[in-house]
């Protein structure tokens, strides 16, 4: 396997980090999936529902040259992650949902000339966030957790808890996302905004399997005041006409010169205090979606699989 032969002879300071999510595809993979179990107490999946083709990438095969990492980031569609690591050694840091994305990415404590790898992350940026925090009045109020990961070791990610990790050694590791009844409320308040289609499949599915998920979904959407709209090519295509052009241009110049955001998951209305993704989320998100794998690349995440860009803000859709 090249990507071994990678991890032994690379001398890169950031070197790639291959996130292979179908690792499944062939024989070996298959072996591999049939020699672990999903631990006890991640077996919820709720997006099995929608079906192998349709859900999102899901499960990653993590091969990580020492020095490589995973910058700041929160997982996709607020899904929960465990991820074992069967070789090497692992440092994490982690902060709770309600740590500031500002203080938590250091962004008034860069330097300039400092590169967006996670490597530098833990050797420059980390240091100064603690300073920081060992000097505010009352105490530290980030909530960081650190945690160094061994062989045969799982840790579990909460959704939407924000992790960075550094492999200290060449490292091999299983890692899988999903939305469980635990996580199931911000999971489908991300869901039904970034991937529409899916959720409407997948609320179908819950009212058969787990209908009384169905009528949560359901009241989630009454409180939020959030409607599914759905709309036909040509709507949408009359829509975007309309935002591309200028309110009061008279000329009726067809050239658009952008329309920036408009996907075509964006129509739903909602008044929902949680429907915005984070930049690192939807850059995850979107990251994960990209097919196929294995993607390897360096730690700023331009071309990574799965680590976002640094400010990435990347379209969703199904
Ligand atoms: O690099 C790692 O092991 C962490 C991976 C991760 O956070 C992820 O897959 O979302
Ligand atoms: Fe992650």
Redesign the pocket.
């Known amino acids: 396997m090249c990507a071994l032969r990678y991890l032994v002879e690379n001398r890169d300071d950031s070197p790639l ?1 291959i ?1 292979d999510s179908s690792f499944d595809e062939d024989g070996v993979g298959q072996r591999m999936l049939s020699s672990f179990d999903v631990p006890f107490y991640f077996r919820d999946d709720l997006f099995a529902l929608v079906g192998e083709k349709r859900r999102p990438p899901y499960r ?1 095969f ?1 091969v ?1 040259p020492e020095r ?3 910058n700041l ?1 929160i ?1 996709p569609l607020a899904t929960s ?1 465990w ?1 074992t ?1 069967l070789t090497g050694v ?1 440092r ?1 840091v982690l902060f709770p949902p309600s740590a500031p994305r500002k203080e938590v990415k250091g962004e008034a404590l860069r330097r300039p000339g400092e590169d967006f790898e ?1 490597v530098t992350y833990f050797s420059r940026i980390l240091p100064r966030i603690k300073e920081d925090e060992m000097r505010k009045p009352g105490g530290p109020t980030l909530g960081m957790r650190e945690v160094m990961q061994y062989p045969g070791e799982t840790i579990f ?1 909460p959704g939407g808890w924000w ?3 550094l ?1 200290l050694e060449d ?1 091999m ?1 299983v ?1 899988q ?1 999903f939305a469980s009844r635990v996580n199931f409320h911000e999971v489908w308040r991300k869901t039904r905004l970034a991937r529409k289609h899916m959720a409407r499949r997948w609320m179908q599915q819950l009212d058969v399997q787990f209908p009384f998920l169905g009528q949560e979904a359901r009241a989630i959407d009454r409180a939020d005041g959030f409607e599914f709209v759905f709309r036909n090519k040509k709507a949408k295509r009359a829509e975007k006409a309309g935002r591309t052009r200028r309110p009061d241009s008279s000329s009726s110049s067809s050239s658009s010169s952008s329309s920036s955001s408009s996907s075509s998951e964006s129509s739903s209305s909602s008044s929902s205090s949680s429907s915005s993704e984070s930049d690192s989320d939807a850059g ?1 998100a979107a990251a ?1 979606k990209r097919k196929p794998l294995p993607v390897a690349a360096n730690g700023n995440g331009a071309a990574h699989a ?2 976002p860009a640094a400010n990435g803000a990347m379209e969703l859709g199904d």
Do not use: I
Request: proline share 0%.
């Open positions: 980090y996130f990653w993590l990580g490589s990492g995973s980031h997982d992650a991820n690591l692992k994490w996670a990610v992790h960075a990790v492999n490292t590791a890692t996302n995850m994960r799965k680590v």
